[in-house]
């Protein structure tokens, strides 16, 4: 069982991780308009130039 | 109209030399909007960006100081067939913004420290029926508390800090005895750990937090959309207003960039956007949606006129005044601040619970732990089981059973074209039994129509109202709604004070005053037949027609009036307009008890005397005589173009011509109120059950999960039931002509 000792830190780093990301993400206004990413996928705006 | 409008005080000036400002859109309707508003506008020269926000419509536009007006934009988006209007972010929007953004941190710190706790508890419950050594238990229990402590220290805060709030004004409400919950199983769990026990608490403390936030974020994003969409309308109607300025020339301002001295002048058929007085010229105003009354008043030199008051015949020069200077906002706000302070503070549906919950469970808990010390068990296990069923009963489906609830409704009410400012309307509004509307601007439309239009010849009737466009009179303005051809006569000329004539077909039409039209003895009968109308002639060579104008009711007040009728609610007319006036509209309602003439503080002695009968009075008005009133009414509705005093004062807000709204917004309301009560029903039979079986020990860290989640997905799938049948899109009410109110009585 003493894989234990270095495999559940990892688990819980890795869960760090995704909260930080999703942290990260909230403060760089990615929820601020959700709809609207969600249209502008469709956006062809890089095929203009 | 060649005049634009001076955006100036809404740009923010960057520091970097670029200029910013926010608009709010009208008219986006689907996702291609975005790239035509964004493309477009990028065209434009000395533009660094702009981005749309689709979800709440609004646009961030930034150029480079000095190399474009503000105006250019607007004009820009109004060619691609968009209507901007300058967007002021107000202080609550920011405050909640901010809010909802925390809730979320919260949110995700308590999602994370819950999946990985229990991840920790699920291996540490199968271990103790098969082989765990305790060593790894203990290792996987501080590893818990690792998680445990800090997330709750951070996600808690909001629960943290509203129990303090309570507690500081030696009040409980439903945040103090989950307070006292957590942190008592916390540090009971925290000790066991330390002593190496088999069980311990951190997986529900930390799951307990999760569903209470879910049901405060939830409930927080409702009301931030709610409140977008009611300030980007407030912005549609940014008020603007004609500034003379120092050279004598004459620019077109937003009011908020008014100064008390500045001179406005006001033209006919303009509504006035500020309150002042008059320094020169002389008019009839129409006072409808300040006061109620429908009489024009005549006012000169020297006259206060308050904004929103119509301005009819004469050009006027005003002196802007400070805000709330003049006899009737005085008193207004007197009666304001008298009726906040009589305003008895509601104590929300929860919090009383709470009021009782937390003293019986906390009792029940003492008294766990006396019996099981009395009956011989060592204080360890009695304190043991003693925080067990604090931790069972900690309200977690109490907490959750009316948020969700509002949430869920609210959704529905937003639906409906109803928005609400304040979160506890539902319990409210479900007491309601008797109802009181203002007349004029509530019952009535807020704009003239012609009432008479039935009894003229169609073709006369066509030609008229095309005429109609060429004019910005009042009247004229009610006559040309009824245009079914909407481009206006060539050579229509407008004749100030007289009326507009355009020659067509070889013959001259003229629409305006009786005189003009040389219809002066079938103006006299019309104004016979009904006194309280204002007439507009029309003649078309010989012939001549005289339409009578003035405020119709909603299209569906009747059926309405009626309907809540039938719920059993009684439903009153308190008006500030004349007697004679309000009559026929209570007749053809069927509203037996009325009145008019009433005063701002007639209005409040009347709902006082009621309240003192014991009623619960739901208000429904939109001038400001009525905002009074509305604060002091058991809970209040004003239609969306009411006062903005008065729509502050509301606890709702409805939409369109219609009156359906007010009826929609009941029965939620009692639906809502409904589901409430069950939820907590629920909350209460699921207390009955677990408290017992806590008291006798049987409640391990895997049962207090299971029933707490149990319970509050329970509750919260009750909740959606909230939404109804009735949760489809009312579409936008065509624009049908108003049924003008019968005569007689």
Same mark, same amino acid.
């Given at each position: 069982?003493?894989?234990?000792?270095?495999?559940?830190?990892?688990?819980?780093?890795? !869960?760090?991780? !995704?909260?930080?990301a999703?942290?990260?993400?909230?403060?760089? !206004?990615?929820?601020?308009?959700?709809? !609207?990413?969600?249209?502008?996928?469709?956006?062809?705006?890089?095929?203009?130039? | 109209?060649?005049?634009?409008?001076?955006?100036?005080?809404y740009?923010?000036?960057?520091?970097?030399?670029?200029?910013?400002?926010?608009?709010?859109?009208e008219?986006?309707?689907?996702?291609?909007?975005?790239?035509?508003?964004?493309?477009?506008?990028?065209?434009?020269?000395?533009?660094?960006?702009?981005?749309?926000?689709?979800?709440?419509?609004?646009?961030?536009?930034?150029?480079?100081?000095?190399?474009?007006?503000?105006?250019?934009?607007?004009?820009?988006?109004?060619?691609?067939?968009?209507?901007?209007?300058?967007?002021? +972010?107000?202080?609550?929007?920011?405050?909640?913004?901010?809010?909802?953004?925390?809730?979320?941190?919260?949110?995700?710190?308590?999602?994370?420290?819950s999946?990985?706790?229990?991840?920790?508890?699920?291996?540490?419950?199968?271990?103790?029926?098969?082989?765990?050594?305790?060593?790894?238990?203990?290792?996987?229990?501080w590893?818990?508390?690792?998680?445990a402590?800090p997330?709750?220290?951070?996600?808690?805060?909001?629960?943290?800090?509203?129990?303090m709030?309570a507690?500081?004004?030696?009040?409980?409400?439903?945040?103090?005895?989950?307070?006292?919950?957590?942190?008592?199983?916390?540090?009971? /769990?925290?000790?066991?750990?330390?002593? +190496?026990?088999?069980?311990?608490?951190?997986?529900?403390?930390?799951?307990?937090?999760?569903?209470? =936030?879910?049901?405060?974020?939830?409930?927080?994003?409702?009301?931030?959309?709610?409140?977008a969409?009611?300030?980007?309308?407030?912005?549609?109607?940014?008020?603007?207003?004609?500034?003379?300025?120092?050279?004598?020339e004459?620019?077109?301002?937003?009011?908020?960039?008014?100064?008390?001295?500045?001179?406005?002048?006001?033209?006919?058929?303009?509504?006035?956007s500020?309150?002042?007085?008059?320094?020169?010229?002389?008019?009839?105003?129409?006072?409808?949606?300040?006061?109620?009354?429908?009489?024009?008043?005549?006012?000169?030199?020297? /006259?206060?006129?308050?904004?929103?008051?119509?301005?009819?015949?004469?050009?006027?020069?005003?002196?802007?005044?400070?805000?709330?200077?003049?006899?009737?906002?005085?008193?207004?706000?007197?009666?304001?601040?008298?009726?906040?302070t009589?305003?008895?503070?509601?104590?929300?549906?929860?919090?009383?619970?709470?009021?009782?919950?937390?003293?019986?469970?906390?009792?029940?808990?003492?008294?766990?732990?006396?019996t099981?010390?009395?009956?011989?068990?060592?204080?360890?296990?009695?304190?043991?089981?003693?925080?067990?069923?604090?931790?069972?009963?900690?309200?977690?489906?109490?907490?959750?059973?009316?948020?969700?609830?509002?949430?869920?409704?609210?959704?529905?009410?937003?639906? &409906?074209?109803v928005?609400?400012?304040?979160?506890?309307?539902?319990?409210?509004?479900?007491?309601?039994?008797?109802?009181?509307?203002?007349?004029? #601007?509530?019952?009535?439309?807020?704009?003239?129509?012609?009432?008479?239009?039935?009894?003229?010849?169609?073709?006369?009737?066509?030609?008229?109202?095309?005429?109609?466009?060429?004019?910005?009179?009042?009247?004229? $303005?009610?006559?040309?709604?009824?245009?079914?051809?909407?481009?206006?006569?060539?050579?229509? $000329?407008?004749?100030?004070?007289?009326?507009?004539?355009?020659?067509?077909?070889?013959?001259?039409?003229?629409?305006? +005053?009786?005189?003009?039209?040389?219809?002066?003895?079938?103006?006299?009968?019309?104004?016979?037949?009904?006194?309280?109308?204002?007439?507009?002639?029309? +003649?078309?060579?010989?012939?001549?027609?005289?339409?009578?104008?003035?405020? &119709?009711?909603?299209?569906?007040?009747?059926?309405?009036?009626?309907?809540?009728?039938?719920?059993?609610?009684?439903?009153?007319?308190?008006?500030?307009?004349?007697?004679?006036?309000?009559?026929?509209?209570?007749?053809?309602?069927?509203?037996?008890?009325?009145?008019?003439?009433?005063?701002?503080?007639?209005?409040?002695?009347?709902?006082?005397?009621?309240?003192?009968e014991?009623?619960?009075?739901?208000?429904?008005?939109?001038?400001?005589?009525?905002?009074?009133?509305? &604060?002091?009414?058991?809970?209040?509705?004003?239609?969306?173009?009411?006062?903005?005093? %008065?729509?502050?004062?509301?606890?709702?807000?409805?939409? #369109?011509?219609?009156?359906?709204?007010?009826?929609?917004?009941?029965?939620?309301?009692?639906?809502?109120?409904?589901?409430?009560?069950?939820n907590?029903?629920?909350? =209460?039979?699921?207390?009955?059950?677990?408290?017992?079986?806590?008291?006798?020990?049987?409640? %391990?860290?895997?049962?207090? &999960?299971?029933?707490?989640?149990? /319970?509050?997905?329970?509750v919260?799938?009750?909740?959606?039931?909230?939404?109804?049948?009735?949760?489809?899109?009312?579409?936008?009410?065509?624009?049908?002509?108003?049924?003008?109110?019968?005569?007689?009585?």
């Amino acid at each position: 069982m003493e894989v234990l000792i270095y495999l559940v830190p990892m688990a819980l780093l890795l !869960g760090l991780s !995704g909260l930080a990301a999703f942290m990260w993400s909230l403060k760089s !206004g990615q929820y601020d308009d959700v709809q !609207g990413a969600a249209v502008r996928v469709l956006s062809d705006d890089d095929m203009r130039k | 109209m060649a005049e634009t409008l001076d955006l100036t005080i809404y740009v923010k000036r960057q520091d970097d030399g670029t200029a910013h400002l926010d608009l709010a859109i009208e008219g986006i309707d689907c996702a291609a909007c975005i790239d035509e508003i964004e493309g477009g506008l990028c065209k434009l020269p000395g533009i660094v960006g702009a981005r749309l926000n689709y979800t709440n419509h609004r646009l961030a536009v930034e150029w480079r100081d000095g190399q474009m007006s503000p105006a250019a934009v607007v004009a820009e988006l109004h060619r691609l067939g968009y209507r901007a209007h300058p967007f002021k +972010s107000r202080l609550v929007e920011e405050e909640e913004d901010r809010r909802a953004k925390w809730l979320l941190k919260c949110l995700a710190v308590a999602g994370f420290a819950s999946m990985n706790i229990m991840l920790l508890a699920v291996s540490v419950w199968s271990g103790n029926v098969t082989d765990i050594t305790p060593e790894t238990r203990d290792f996987f229990h501080w590893l818990a508390a690792l998680i445990a402590l800090p997330a709750v220290a951070y996600a808690g805060q909001p629960f943290f800090q509203s129990a303090m709030g309570a507690l500081r004004n030696r009040r409980t409400n439903m945040d103090v005895p989950i307070i006292i919950g957590i942190l008592l199983a916390l540090s009971m /769990s925290v000790v066991e750990t330390i002593n +190496s026990a088999e069980h311990t608490y951190f997986d529900s403390v930390v799951m307990l937090l999760f569903f209470l =936030l879910c049901g405060r974020y939830l409930d927080q994003a409702m009301r931030r959309k709610t409140r977008a969409v009611a300030s980007n309308l407030a912005s549609f109607r940014t008020e603007v207003a004609h500034r003379i300025e120092e050279n004598g020339e004459i620019a077109l301002m937003p009011t908020a960039a008014l100064k008390s001295g500045d001179r406005v002048l006001v033209r006919p058929g303009e509504r006035i956007s500020v309150d002042g007085i008059v320094i020169s010229g002389s008019s009839d105003i129409d006072e409808s949606l300040v006061t109620g009354e429908t009489a024009h008043r005549a006012v000169m030199v020297d /006259s206060q006129v308050y904004a929103g008051s119509m301005n009819y015949n004469g050009t006027l020069t005003l002196t802007v005044t400070a805000a709330g200077k003049g006899t009737l906002l005085d008193e207004v706000e007197r009666l304001l601040e008298n009726a906040a302070t009589a305003k008895s503070r509601y104590v929300q549906l929860a919090d009383r619970v709470a009021k009782i919950y937390a003293p019986v469970v906390h009792a029940a808990a003492a008294i766990t732990a006396v019996t099981w010390i009395v009956t011989g068990a060592s204080v360890h296990d009695a304190l043991l089981t003693a925080i067990a069923v604090l931790i069972i009963t900690c309200p977690c489906a109490l907490a959750l059973a009316v948020p969700v609830v509002q949430v869920v409704a609210s959704g529905a009410l937003f639906r &409906a074209g109803v928005f609400l400012n304040a979160g506890d309307v539902f319990e409210r509004l479900a007491r309601v039994d008797t109802v009181v509307f203002d007349k004029t #601007g509530t019952l009535t439309l807020p704009s003239m129509s012609v009432v008479d239009a039935g009894n003229m010849h169609p073709d006369l009737l066509k030609a008229a109202s095309r005429l109609a466009l060429s004019s910005h009179h009042p009247l004229a $303005t009610a006559v040309a709604q009824m245009a079914s051809d909407c481009r206006p006569y060539d050579d229509a $000329t407008e004749e100030p004070g007289c009326g507009v004539r355009a020659v067509v077909d070889g013959r001259e039409m003229r629409l305006g +005053s009786p005189a003009f039209c040389d219809a002066q003895v079938l103006a006299d009968q019309a104004v016979a037949s009904d006194p309280f109308a204002s007439v507009i002639a029309f +003649s078309w060579g010989e012939e001549q027609i005289v339409l009578l104008v003035r405020q &119709a009711l909603r299209p569906d007040a009747a059926a309405i009036v009626q309907q809540l009728r039938q719920r059993g609610l009684d439903c009153r007319i308190l008006s500030g307009d004349r007697p004679e006036a309000v009559a026929p509209i209570a007749a053809a309602l069927g509203i037996a008890l009325w009145r008019g003439g009433c005063k701002p503080a007639d209005k409040i002695a009347m709902l006082e005397d009621l309240k003192a009968e014991g009623r619960k009075v739901l208000m429904v008005g939109d001038g400001l005589n009525d905002a009074p009133a509305l &604060a002091s009414a058991h809970v209040s509705l004003s239609p969306i173009s009411a006062a903005d005093l %008065t729509q502050a004062q509301a606890d709702a807000v409805f939409l #369109g011509d219609r009156l359906r709204p007010v009826l929609s917004t009941i029965e939620i309301a009692c639906r809502a109120h409904r589901l409430m009560r069950q939820n907590l029903g629920i909350a =209460l039979i699921y207390n009955l059950i677990a408290v017992p079986l806590a008291f006798l020990g049987f409640v %391990t860290p895997l049962v207090a &999960a299971l029933a707490m989640s149990g /319970s509050s997905s329970l509750v919260t799938l009750n909740a959606l039931r909230a939404r109804g049948r009735a949760s489809k899109p009312i579409p936008e009410a065509p624009p049908s002509h108003p049924v003008p109110a019968a005569q007689g009585a």
